[in-house]
């Protein structure tokens, strides 16, 4: 089993920067591919990056050249790093993570609980 924090949200202006955490711990063998999801009340969660176990990254158009996803597979950590934030970022945001709990097993997605973000006009 696998748990996954989330930290580093809060309140900015627009323009402004955070950068979002996410700690996997647990009993498990691996992480693979890992990413930050968000969602907005009363809406569809959606995709904000991901990022492979040796690096590949992919974002979401609307945060391309903001934001930057990062990992430290020794630490079982990602980050996000968001510069230029916009009203419209503001969201839960989640760490997802896919997780092996064992050589021979599939993975399986563990997701953290969520940290508000909120960007201020």
């Known amino acids: 089993q ?4 989330e930290s580093g949200g809060g309140l900015v202006q ?3 920067s955070l950068r979002l955490s996410c700690a996997a711990s647990g009993s498990f ?7 930050w999801y968000r969602q907005v009340t009363g809406k569809q969660r959606e ?8 690096g590949s990254t992919n974002y979401a158009d609307s945060v391309k050249g903001r934001f930057t996803i990062s990992r430290d ?8 790093q ?7 970022d503001t969201a839960v945001y989640y760490c997802n993570g ?6 021979w097993t ?10 508000q973000v909120t960007v201020s006009s």
């Open 106 to 115: 599939t993975s399986k997605a563990y997701w953290g609980q969520g940290t």
């Open 2 to 5: 696998a748990q996954l924090v």
């Open 98 to 103: 896919n997780v092996k709990t064992t050589p």
């Open 14 to 16: 627009s323009g402004g």
């Open 47 to 54: 995709l904000v990056a991901t990022i492979s176990r040796d």
């Open 73 to 80: 597979n020794a630490k079982n950590t990602v980050h996000l």
């Open 82 to 88: 968001m510069n230029s934030l916009k009203p419209e």
């Open 29 to 35: 063998f691996s992480i693979l591919a890992m990413g």
